[in-house]
């Protein structure tokens, strides 16, 4: 070996150690540094979110260590025949050699030059503040409009934004909270769980069953998007639904799982088409990258084009659901609006209790007519004790948040992979959600204006027989 190329190896070798060691030295991870003998987690061929490609796999069992000990998910016992993955992807923020998101991006890339396919696509609020990391940009820095530009230029037809069904998520769950504080039951039990993190919905299948009359039964956003695209923005569009293709752009690997379940056809059944499914694709915001890259898209050179007019707008509350906590601060200032009829006071804005990254957070809220009990948890490794000790009654709450990725979905298992540690990335795309809830001119779901238009022409109010048929799944 000549002098030159034993530099350049080690240069690369350096290169490679650093990039390695990154998620062991974070704080997150960094908890992590077992291996396990045994090899590679065992991914089975039918995962409909993640992959593992044996042929980069080194079998050093890392990963299998990372989703036992960071996770709590790997080695649990599970109901026969199930498979152990809640489909969280964050093996692919840890492995980024071998374990991949089951890729989506060639096949969207297809429908966008089909003829007669009209493809629809919605942003999740996660990736605006991450997106920007595959070009170098510095994490939090937002990019929505860039976004939108990108996709309109390589012939998406309309661009939507997963706020606006953050609105109606918050609409429907916190009119949900309110009747089950009226008539808590046996079939609607309290604490009522958050339900739009679809790893958190299967943890609770696969780990803790008595819990699922717990879940709020409203769908997620990007769900309820979907369903809605093909049902009242084709209706408001005069587009025939089944041209649709409906594209979800998400930090989330879960997601892709989540649309093949029963019950995500809701749009197709009101049509007659149960074939026809409420979202179409998922692509991470990685794969994102990877179809404006296939495009020659330069990104950074992209002018910034305005969402859709028709659900493409959200309020500030819709905007902070990327965060944890921030689903149980939307609705908590929707709740209050609903059950005082007044905005709720400034501390409703920035409830500092259930901000941050501590695993768990508590509060009791004072909602005017009465006091909530709350909590938010994030990270399925720290979730055991917290529900065992509800489970045991030891804990007492109304209402709990719960997402599967440390972080929220700014953390999810679909966001670009980066050099910085996990806390500062988290802190810098939390920031500028919260920043992005500031500027919002509008900061309660209630006063979006596209969100009273569509109860007006379509839904009709909260927990009608026709929100309850759309936004809603019964377990
Ligand atoms: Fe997906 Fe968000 Fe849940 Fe992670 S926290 S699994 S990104 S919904």
């Not at 650093?18 to 077992?34: A, N, P, Q, S």
């Not at 939307?330 to 501390?347: E, F, G, I, Q, W």
């Not at 900061?443 to 022409?457: E, W």
Request: aromatic share 8%.
């Amino acid at each position: 070996m000549t002098r030159r190329e034993f530099i350049k190896k080690m240069i690369i070798g350096a290169g490679l150690l650093f990039c390695g060691c990154e998620h062991l030295l974070g704080d997150d991870h960094g908890r992590e540094r077992g291996r396990e003998r045994g090899g590679a987690l065992p991914i089975r061929s039918d995962n409909p979110s993640i992959r593992l490609h044996h042929n980069r796999c080194r079998n050093c069992g890392r990963c299998r260590g990372f989703c036992r000990n960071t996770m709590g998910v790997f080695g649990q016992a599970v109901p026969a025949g199930e498979d152990t993955c809640t489909y969280c992807g964050q093996c692919t923020l840890f492995c980024t050699r071998a374990i991949t998101e089951r890729y989506h991006y060639r096949e969207v890339n297809q429908a966008i030059s089909a003829a007669g396919k009209i493809v629809i696509a919605t942003t999740a609020p996660a990736i605006r503040v991450a997106l920007g990391e595959m070009y170098r940009l510095s994490p939090g820095t937002n990019v929505e409009g860039k976004i939108v530009g990108a996709l309109k230029h390589i012939g998406v037809d309309h661009v939507l934004d997963a706020t606006f069904a953050a609105d109606l998520t918050v609409m429907e769950e916190a009119s949900e909270l309110l009747e089950r504080l009226e008539n808590n039951s046996a079939k609607n039990p309290l604490p009522m769980f958050t339900s739009c993190c679809p790893a958190w919905i299967r943890f609770v299948k696969l780990f803790y069953p008595s819990f699922l009359p717990n879940l709020s039964t409203v769908k997620s956003p990007l769900l309820m998007q979907g369903t809605l695209v093909k049902t009242y923005f084709a209706q408001k569009t005069g587009i025939d639904p089944a041209k649709i293709v409906c594209v979800a752009l998400t930090p989330c690997t879960a997601k892709k799982a989540e649309i093949l379940l029963p019950g995500k056809n809701a749009a197709g059944v009101m049509h007659g088409k149960a074939e026809m499914r409420d979202v179409d694709f998922v692509l991470t915001c990685r794969e994102l990258a990877y179809l404006l890259n296939l495009n020659n898209v330069n990104f950074l050179q992209m002018q910034d084009a305005p969402y859709s007019s028709l659900m493409g707008t959200g309020s500030g509350a819709g905007m902070i659901f990327g965060n944890t906590g921030g689903v149980m601060e939307a609705s908590l200032r929707t709740a209050y609006r609903l059950l005082n009829n007044k905005n709720p006071p400034a501390k409703f804005f920035n409830l500092t209790p259930i901000r941050g990254l501590n695993s768990v957070r508590s509060a009791s809220v004072d909602l005017g007519v009465r006091t909530l009990n709350v909590a938010v948890a994030h990270g399925t490794g720290g979730l055991r004790p917290f529900l065992e000790s509800i489970q045991s009654g030891v804990l007492k709450y109304d209402f709990i948040e719960v997402m599967a990725c440390s972080g929220g979905c700014i953390g999810g298992g679909g966001q670009p992979v980066t050099l910085m540690g996990p806390t500062r990335l988290k802190q810098l795309r939390k920031n500028a959600l919260y920043q992005r809830d500031i500027g919002s001119e509008i900061r309660l779901s209630y006063d979006n204006p596209q969100i009273k238009a569509i109860y007006n022409d379509f839904l009709s109010e909260p927990l009608s027989n026709k929100a309850k048929e759309l936004l809603h799944i019964y377990r």
